[in-house]
Every structure is written in structure tokens, then in C-alpha cells.
């Protein structure tokens, strides 16, 4: 076996919120064989397995982890045509800032979303209006119970809000994937902060480069900045009946959502907790809500994992006594 395994490492430092204990053991796989190496490691010493990419959507406990956490650092981006295969171990922005410098659309309302294209394809990430599976032509996928690499088509991968087959089913670890691109694409500019974006700037038709510099601002903007340490969006944005909708809507003539097509709405979690939870800028010792995004869960320094989980708790509490509405974590446990 030619995979090195480390032991007893910080896993904080690993991750964007910047927060958790150890990992009992260690492995980053550069290709398949270590990650083939790595599966074998763990089964010989019956050990639970996280798979670790760019840590940007992870909260590990204060306890650590007590099996093998394996961290994806396969590389390599092919392009063929329209096509674009990037490995999961790709930083997704990068991805993203290439194909638009080629002159691709289709991702660029996806610029600047933390993470590696692993965690992209697994979380089925979307912003602005954009879903990453709206792109996706294929995925290649580790099988640990059969030791062999399998294709799925977009179809097959089951993708749904913040989530995919990957996501439900943990002996499939991404290798790849392949973006479908176009050399002409309308660009997606109908969400409010993008909308308000080209207006002030007197923008009426944005070229794609314009696009991912608006995407980015925007983002810049409402982040927090380092050494603030953050998961992204703690919450998932809740899907509610119409006739639940309209009530809150009576409540609440100013609430933020978005109709699904299938008498259903998609209500912003950051509006709730925001206007009427009134979170925004509220702080628990070292962890608190971002002054400029209610959606973001911060560590400003020396907050632990139990501590971020205690106020992201107090928050969905609060919202669920105000509007009957239940938030769902977006950002994965460890």
C-alpha cells in the first residue's frame, strides 16, 4: 500500500468555520489507487470513512472523528468541445473563472460558491438562479462496496435541493465530473441582488465576464472575511404549500419567496431569520449570525462546534414558535 495515513491530525484547520477536534486517522488521495488504498486501510481496520474536499460546507464536532477521514486532492481539468471534465479535487471557483475565461456559459452564476467540484456535485450547490445540475452531463463516482469507478448520467444522479444520489448514498465517492457549456447562452440576471447590480452600474446587456464580476461582488459583499471563520449558508431555504404560503404571506406581507411551479414555494431562510427573527448581527460569545447575511452562521475566533450548533438550535427554535416553519441544516456534520 503506497497511501500514507496520518494520524491524530487537527481537522479545524481543514475547514472554513474553523472549528473540531482530531481526525483518529488521515489520508489525502491524489488519484484513484489512493483512494482505492484508503477504502482498503479503513475496511481492514473496520473504520467509519468522511470524505473531506475543500471543508467549505463542513462542521466537525469538538470530538473529532474517530475513523478515516479522506481528503480529495485528485486534480486534472479536460476539455473537449463544449464539454469541461474537472476532477473532484478541483476548487470549484477555479473551474468556474476558466470556462468563463474560454468563453463558456452556464456556471457563472455560480462564481466565488467556497468548495471543491466534488462538494459542488454532492450538494448540487445553486445560487443567483443557477443549480450546478442543470449543467451536469456525467459524474464519475468511486464504488466502495464494488472497488470500481462508475459513470452516472445527470439523469442518474438523482440531484433534488441541495442534495443527489452522492449525498444519500455514501459508498459512491466523486472522482469527476463533466459540465455541459455553451459558446452562447442568455445570461441569468432576473435575482434581485444581480438585477440591482447591472442597474446601478447602467449595464443592459452583461457579457459573460460581466456576469462573473457582478456574481463576485455580490458575494464579496455579504461574506464574512477571514480570519472569520464560516460554513456558508448554515440553512437550506424550506419549500412550503401554497395555502401554507398565503398564510405567512397574511402574517407577513413582506416575506421572501420564490414559486416552484408545482403549488409549492421556496421561502428565503435568510428573510425569516433576518425580519423575523431578528438575528441578524447576534452574537453568543465567539459564534453569532453575520451582520451582513443572516443565512451565515460565523466563528469569530475561539467558538467550538457545540457552541455554533447551540445558536444555529436557538434560531430554528424561534422560527419555528413564529411562522410553524422547520429550518434544515445545509451544512454537513462531522
Given at each position: 500500500m503506497s497511501i500514507h495515513i496520518e494520524e491524530n491530525i487537527k481537522l479545524a484547520p481543514f475547514t472554513t468555520m474553523r472549528v473540531g477536534g482530531n481526525a483518529r486517522f488521515f489520508a489525502r488521495v491524489k488519484d484513484v489507487d489512493d483512494l482505492n488504498d484508503a477504502i482498503i486501510f479503513a475496511r481492514e481496520k473496520s473504520l467509519p470513512i468522511f470524505i473531506l474536499g475543500g471543508g467549505?460546507?463542513?462542521?466537525?464536532?469538538?470530538?473529532?472523528?474517530?475513523?478515516?477521514?479522506?481528503?480529495?486532492?485528485?486534480?486534472?481539468?479536460?476539455?473537449?468541445?463544449?464539454?469541461?471534465?474537472?476532477?473532484?479535487?478541483?476548487?470549484?471557483?477555479?473551474?468556474?473563472?476558466?470556462?468563463?475565461?474560454?468563453?463558456?456559459?452556464?456556471?457563472?452564476?455560480?462564481?466565488?460558491?467556497?468548495?471543491?467540484?466534488?462538494?459542488?456535485?454532492?450538494?448540487?450547490?445553486?445560487?443567483?438562479?443557477?443549480?450546478?445540475?442543470?449543467?451536469i452531463f456525467s459524474v464519475e463516482a468511486f464504488d466502495i462496496e464494488k472497488s470500481e469507478i462508475k459513470t452516472f448520467s445527470r439523469d442518474?444522479?438523482?440531484?433534488?435541493?441541495?442534495?443527489?444520489?452522492?449525498?444519500?448514498?455514501?459508498?459512491?465517492?466523486?472522482?469527476?465530473?463533466?459540465?455541459?457549456?455553451?459558446?452562447?447562452?442568455?445570461?441569468?440576471?432576473?435575482?434581485?441582488?444581480?438585477?440591482?447590480?447591472?442597474?446601478?452600474?447602467?449595464?443592459?446587456?452583461?457579457?459573460?465576464?460581466?456576469?462573473?464580476?457582478?456574481?463576485?461582488?455580490?458575494?464579496?459583499?455579504?461574506?464574512?472575511?477571514?480570519?472569520?471563520?464560516?460554513?456558508?449558508?448554515?440553512?437550506?431555504?424550506?419549500?412550503?404549500?401554497?395555502?401554507?404560503?398565503?398564510?405567512?404571506?397574511?402574517?407577513?406581507?413582506?416575506?421572501?419567496?420564490?414559486?416552484?411551479?408545482d403549488n409549492t414555494y421556496k421561502l428565503s431562510s435568510a428573510w425569516l431569520i433576518d425580519h423575523v427573527g431578528e438575528w441578524r448581527g447576534a452574537r453568543r460569545g465567539d459564534s453569532g449570525v453575520h451582520e451582513k447575511q443572516a443565512l451565515i452562521i460565523v466563528n469569530y475566533g475561539n467558538a467550538s462546534a457545540e457552541e455554533i450548533l447551540s445558536l444555529a438550535c436557538e434560531i430554528k427554535n424561534d422560527v419555528k414558535e413564529k411562522t410553524g416553519v422547520t429550518l434544515e441544516e445545509e451544512v454537513v456534520m462531522m
Amino acid at each position: 500500500m503506497s497511501i500514507h495515513i496520518e494520524e491524530n491530525i487537527k481537522l479545524a484547520p481543514f475547514t472554513t468555520m474553523r472549528v473540531g477536534g482530531n481526525a483518529r486517522f488521515f489520508a489525502r488521495v491524489k488519484d484513484v489507487d489512493d483512494l482505492n488504498d484508503a477504502i482498503i486501510f479503513a475496511r481492514e481496520k473496520s473504520l467509519p470513512i468522511f470524505i473531506l474536499g475543500g471543508g467549505s460546507n463542513t462542521l466537525v464536532s469538538g470530538d473529532g472523528f474517530s475513523g478515516l477521514v479522506i481528503k480529495i486532492e485528485i486534480k486534472g481539468i479536460v476539455y473537449k468541445d463544449n464539454r469541461v471534465t474537472a476532477s473532484a479535487g478541483e476548487m470549484w471557483d477555479d473551474v468556474v473563472r476558466d470556462t468563463v475565461a474560454r468563453n463558456l456559459w452556464g456556471i457563472e452564476n455560480l462564481s466565488l460558491v467556497p468548495g471543491t467540484v466534488g462538494g459542488a456535485v454532492v450538494q448540487n450547490i445553486g445560487a443567483y438562479g443557477v443549480e450546478a445540475r442543470e449543467t451536469i452531463f456525467s459524474v464519475e463516482a468511486f464504488d466502495i462496496e464494488k472497488s470500481e469507478i462508475k459513470t452516472f448520467s445527470r439523469d442518474k444522479c438523482e440531484f433534488g435541493y441541495r442534495g443527489s444520489i452522492f449525498k444519500k448514498n455514501k459508498n459512491l465517492i466523486i472522482v469527476s465530473a463533466t459540465f455541459e457549456l455553451a459558446q452562447h447562452g442568455a445570461p441569468h440576471t432576473d435575482y434581485e441582488d444581480v438585477k440591482k447590480y447591472f442597474e446601478d452600474n447602467r449595464i443592459s446587456e452583461p457579457s459573460l465576464a460581466e456576469i462573473r464580476d457582478a456574481i463576485v461582488a455580490i458575494r464579496v459583499k455579504k461574506m464574512p472575511v477571514p480570519p472569520i471563520g464560516t460554513a456558508g449558508s448554515f440553512f437550506k431555504n424550506p419549500v412550503v404549500s401554497a395555502q401554507k404560503y398565503e398564510s405567512l404571506k397574511n402574517e407577513f406581507p413582506e416575506i421572501k419567496a420564490y414559486p416552484q411551479g408545482d403549488n409549492t414555494y421556496k421561502l428565503s431562510s435568510a428573510w425569516l431569520i433576518d425580519h423575523v427573527g431578528e438575528w441578524r448581527g447576534a452574537r453568543r460569545g465567539d459564534s453569532g449570525v453575520h451582520e451582513k447575511q443572516a443565512l451565515i452562521i460565523v466563528n469569530y475566533g475561539n467558538a467550538s462546534a457545540e457552541e455554533i450548533l447551540s445558536l444555529a438550535c436557538e434560531i430554528k427554535n424561534d422560527v419555528k414558535e413564529k411562522t410553524g416553519v422547520t429550518l434544515e441544516e445545509e451544512v454537513v456534520m462531522m
